[in-house]
Nanobody, 122 residues
Framework: QVHVVEHGGGLVQPGGSLRLSCAAS????????MNWYRQTPGNQRELVAT???????NYTASVLGRFTLSRDNAASTVYLRMNTLQPDDTAVYYC????????????????WGQGIQVIVSS
């Protein structure tokens, strides 16, 4: 059974930092792309950062230069370092692992964590 568990959320003041982690078990972590999404009430889930199996990262414009995503395949964990946090970063953050298999048939494997709250407020 696959488990995806986030840690590290909480309350932080504007300008502060947090590090979220996402640990997976029951699956070959190294074969998955890893993603962080966030969601605020009444809004769709927004893709924040991705890291490919090979370690290539991409970030949404609003967090570029402030967030850093890394992965440790030996520990089956990804880390999202969030610096210079702003009130607009307040959201529930979700870890997602995704793998697309194209042969012999097209299959998308996707697993989600339960989400973790980040609140940026003075």
């Amino acid at each position: 059974q696959v488990h995806v568990v986030e840690h590290g959320g909480g309350l932080v003041q504007p300008g502060g930092s947090l590090r979220l982690s996402c640990a997976a078990s029951g699956i070959d972590f190294s074969t998955f792309d890893m993603n962080w999404y966030r969601q605020t009430p009444g809004n769709q889930r927004e893709l924040v950062a991705t890291i490919s199996r090979g370690g290539t990262t991409n970030y949404t414009a609003s967090v570029l230069g402030r967030f850093t995503l890394s992965r440790d395949n030996a520990a089956s964990t990804v880390y999202l370092r969030m610096n210079t946090l702003q009130p607009d970063d307040t959201a529930v953050y979700y870890c997602n692992m995704k793998r697309v298999i194209e042969f012999p048939r097209y299959v998308v494997m996707s697993y989600w964590g339960q989400g973790i709250q980040v609140i940026v407020s003075s």
